[in-house]
């Protein structure tokens, strides 16, 4: 079955370094969403693409964060410098088309910044 | 903004009991409402969706309807099983909506 692929799942980093995780989406899948989760909390959207346009980061702290996804395929997003705050849950999900279809969500990296 | 409202768990029941989770939402216009599962150590998946008002979405025995007059989405199942403990979430997405979820709510179940 296809799924949504996520590296690392756990990542801990002390603050000020960099971080990056990396998403494949499901083959065929146009649109990819980065999340945010902090614990008891939902996904909080960071970035959404279509193909490899961005869409929407309003939500993107772009002094610290940046995504892409050059070829329109798989993802990277990374955080640099890291601060505490950051520690959370990132999640990745992709879907066929934006609208209101199913969206397919990985595993999540947990991060936590020391 | 938009935004989306789940009532606060854990909700802990019996087996057999019945559910209801509650969810308002916020927004302009009429957005696609979901409610996602996530099962412990798993991503989310999608349990349901509602694309209009009064559509009704169900799947595995649970069941939510979009009402417009009240921008409620609650979520309802009539008789729970322990396999169904888990962290429900509210969403809504599609058009120009920034996909927005809520807290999520924990369901334990107990045999």
């Known amino acids: 079955e296809a799924e949504v692929a996520q590296s690392p799942r756990y990542k801990i980093t002390e603050k000020s370094q960099a971080v990056a995780f990396w998403c494949d989406p499901i083959?065929?899948?146009?649109?990819l969403y980065w999340y945010r989760q902090i614990l008891g909390q939902g996904p909080e959207l960071l970035v959404q693409?279509?193909?490899?346009?961005?869409?929407?980061d309003s939500q993107l702290p772009k002094d610290r964060f940046s995504a892409e996804r050059l070829k329109g395929v798989d993802s990277t997003l990374k955080i640099q410098p890291a601060e505490l705050g950051d520690s959370a849950m990132y999640l990745c999900?992709?879907?066929?088309?934006?609208?209101?279809?199913?969206?397919?969500f990985g595993q999540g990296t947990r991060l936590t910044v020391v | 903004g938009n935004s989306v409202t789940q009532m606060e768990g854990p909700v802990t029941l019996s087996e057999e009991a019945f559910l209801t989770i509650n969810c308002t939402y916020t927004?302009?216009?009429?957005?696609?409402l979901f409610w996602y599962v996530q099962y412990p150590g798993e991503g989310l998946q999608l349990l349901l969706k509602?694309?209009?008002?009064?559509d009704k979405g169900s799947n595995k025995g649970f069941e939510a309807t979009y009402r417009k007059e009240t921008t409620s989405f609650h979520l309802e199942k009539g008789s729970v099983q322990v396999s169904d403990s888990a962290v429900y979430f509210c969403?809504?997405?599609?058009?120009?909506?920034?996909?927005?979820f809520g807290r999520g709510t924990s369901l334990i179940v107990h045999p």
């Open positions: 509602a694309t209009k008002a009064d």
């Open positions: 927004a302009t216009g009429y957005p696609s």
């Open positions: 083959s065929g899948h146009a649109t």
């Open positions: 969403a809504l997405a599609g058009g120009s909506y920034i996909p927005t």
């Open positions: 999900a992709s879907s066929l088309v934006d609208g209101p279809t199913e969206a397919f």
């Open positions: 693409f279509q193909d490899e346009s961005v869409v929407d």
